[in-house]
């Protein structure tokens, strides 16, 4: 392998999406500036960047901030400062000729009364037994009255798979369970407030999410950009940078998917085996703005086979500064799977907008953009059970340490990137 110069760190932390930069802000308030950030793109955020064409601005689909622990406020406020707002989610699920606010199981009185009758006899009929598998979890949770009308289509819509493959380690705090007698009250009220972990989120005034990003990089030393590692010698604590330039550390911290750093080590044939076997389902964006305002809405769930997307939202909705003329729209439609980016899907996207009634036959299209998201969610079925404490562990031992989403090949969000990178910079800092 090539070497033209080396360089010593005592923290390499590999990407600069936003667990990288939170991972740096942290190191940096701790007095601990002997960082690099390694970042492959020519911008920093990963899939928190913001991206600005034609005068429009998007995020790779919606990222709304939710934030749940004080810790997680005191850092965006601390980041954000005023450039901050709290919005009331607008958001439902349109399957069947309805039009359901969500959370789907929390508003059954917005069904069609033979639907709602249906789901209603599921919920007294469910008999409490432990789950083994996502569709017994829904089964048990909601009874296969609503697992029919919303959780199997849509999530089989989303993960591409047969519920019964997928575990239910990872869906408490993210799918909403409320109680069944709350569910069964539904039927015949509508609830004083709005259920689930995302009621309420908060985005940035200006700036798209980008904003966050940009008040991260703003605080730490410059991010490395178009610097991709290559490769990893943990013993040796040597990096390669896009193939040629080699980096030495004390400690490293991990923010890229687990299949593709453990891709990257010398040696380590047997971790290299195991997360082999990881799995994730890709996600494509499609961001369309159209010459008219529509009815805003932040998003929007589509379940139904019939359309190739699951959820569109609407981003002048909570940002008006992301269109250039305000009596425009912008929407970003989320597909499925790799999705080719061809002139014959925009059209069958443009007909599921229609049988939705999101646009008209008279709608203009005034831009388009597609974003591919390779890794977007993590597959939890039995490999992952089985493989990623023990990858990670086996990372930790030999002084990696994997955070973020990707990192720890988990389903979490931006705040747990910032928490995360706060522990990390902490156990960094005993260590000294
Ligand atoms: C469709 C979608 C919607 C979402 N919506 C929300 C939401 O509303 N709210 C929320 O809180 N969260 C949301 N999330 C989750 C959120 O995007 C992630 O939790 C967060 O962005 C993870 O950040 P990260 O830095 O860990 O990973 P990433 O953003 O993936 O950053 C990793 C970085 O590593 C870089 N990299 C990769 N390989 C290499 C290499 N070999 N060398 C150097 N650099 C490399 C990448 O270029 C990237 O910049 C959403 C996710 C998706 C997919």
């Known amino acids: 392998m090539a ?26 308030k701790r007095g601990m500036s002997d960082y690099l950030v390694l970042e492959a793109n020519p911008v920093p955020g990963g899939l928190c960047a913001t991206t600005t064409q034609n005068g429009y601005q998007f995020d790779f689909g919606g990222h709304f901030l939710h934030l749940h622990t004080p810790k997680g406020k005191k850092i965006v406020q601390e980041l954000l400062g005023t450039n901050l707002k709290k919005h009331a989610r607008k958001a439902f699920i349109y399957t069947n000729g309805m039009k359901v606010p969500y959370p789907f199981q929390s508003n059954l009185w917005a069904l069609f009364p033979e639907v709602r009758a249906i789901c209603v006899e599921g919920l007294k009929r469910i008999e409490p037994q432990t789950p083994q598998n996502f569709e017994q979890w829904c089964l048990q949770s909601f009874g296969w ?12 819509k989303l993960w591409g798979k047969p519920l019964r493959e997928l575990s239910c380690d990872w869906c408490g705090p ?14 015949t009220h509508k609830p004083a407030h709005p259920q689930g972990y995302n009621a309420a989120f908060y985005y940035p005034k200006k ?5 966050l990003i940009q008040a991260l990089v703003k605080q730490i030393n410059p991010v490395r950009l178009n610097s991709r590692l290559t490769h990893l010698d943990l013993k040796n604590r040597t990096a390669w940078i896009n193939g040629k330039e080699k980096i030495t550390f004390d400690h490293v911290v991990n923010t890229l998917p687990l299949p593709d750093l453990v891709a990257c080590l010398e040696g380590n044939a047997t971790l290299k085996k195991s997360a082999q076997k990881l799995e994730s389902r890709p996600v494509t964006i499609y961001h369309l703005a159209l010459a008219r305002k529509l009815e805003p809405f932040h998003w929007i769930y589509c379940p139904d086979p019939a359309q190739p997307f699951y959820r569109v939202g609407m981003v002048n909705s909570f940002y008006p500064e992301a269109v250039p003329d305000k009596e425009t729209s912008l929407l970003w ?3 499925p799977g790799q999705i080719p980016h061809t002139p014959d899907m925009e059209q069958k ?29 993590v597959l939890f079925n039995a490999e992952r059970a089985q493989r990623v404490p023990a990858l990670l562990a086996a990372l930790e031992k030999q002084g990696c340490y994997c955070v973020g989403r990707y990192g720890r090949w988990e389903y979490s969000f931006m705040e747990t990137s910032l928490l995360q990178g706060d522990q990390i910079a902490q156990k960094l800092a005993n260590l000294l």
């Open 3 to 28: 070497t033209s110069k080396t360089k010593h760190v005592q923290t390499l932390i590999l990407g600069g999406g936003i667990t990288g930069l939170a991972t740096a802000y942290a190191l940096q």
């Open 207 to 211: 700036g798209g999410i980008g904003a």
């Open 349 to 377: 996207i443009w007909n599921g907008l229609y049988q939705k009634g999101l646009v008209n036959e008279d709608d203009v299209s005034l831009f388009s953009a597609w974003q591919d998201v390779p890794h977007a969610y």
């Open 333 to 335: 439609v989320e597909l």
């Open 174 to 187: 993210f799918v909403p369970a409320p109680a069944r007698k709350q569910m069964l009250q539904s039927a």
């Open 145 to 156: 009255g609503l697992y029919e009308a919303f959780f199997r289509p849509y999530n089989e």
